[in-house]
């Protein structure tokens, strides 16, 4: 008989946060005493379906204490997020099944509700495609060159703003990320990945409150969300 399916997750943390301009890496900014890593973490573990998280860290970083949990698994990122998502996933096919489903989720998402990951999966089993949460774009949004000259206004009935997690199969997430890398392609996400090597991609639904924090003014937002103060 053939084996259950399972699902995994991985959280690439090995970023340094440049964008942000703090003194360390944004995923170790606290908000109600909890880094944001923290709060991504558990949000991710808080999907039934997730049974362990492989959390790939800078080469450079002390695993803090609280790391130290049955269902978290620890390895070093790379230099490029990508790699930093390969890295965990190898760490995944020592553990997995290649068929087996993977969440990817960006420590940089501290706000996201498991209840928006309950439907991810729930729809990625019901259709057997991968999909990632996203939101469709509410602003008019125009296509601008390098002087600032307006080209053209894009038709935001078909877009969509990419978010975490994405939820993938192991085997063909990993061979997909493999390819886009040795292709020299940047990619920014995993659906990127999947796309080019011709794998169908859908969106589900998710809320704006999974924003990434990527500037100093995303924190604050952030806090907003989750109805706690910024600790440090
Ligand atoms: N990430 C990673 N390894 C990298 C680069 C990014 O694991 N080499 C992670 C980040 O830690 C973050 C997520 O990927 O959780 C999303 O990336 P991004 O928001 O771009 O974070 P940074 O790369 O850290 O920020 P910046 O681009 O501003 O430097
Ligand atoms: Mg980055």
Redesign the pocket.
Known sequence: MKPAVRCWGV??????????EASR???YLEIGGRSL?QH?LDALLAITAVEMVVV?L?AEETPPAWLDDSRVRLTA?????A???LAALRVLQEIAHEEDWVLVH????PCLLPADGERLVSRVLGSGVGALLAEPVVDTVKRVDASGRVLETLDRSQLWRAQTPQMFRLGELAAALENALRSGIAI?DEASAMEQAGHPVAVVQGASRNL???VPQDLALAAFYLGEPITG
Do not use: E, F
């Open positions: 959280i690439p943390a090995a970023g340094l946060g440049t964008r942000m890496p944004k995923q890593l991504s790939a800078g990122g790379g230099a490029r997020r790699d930093s998502v960006d420590a940089a998402r920014t990434k924090v990527t």
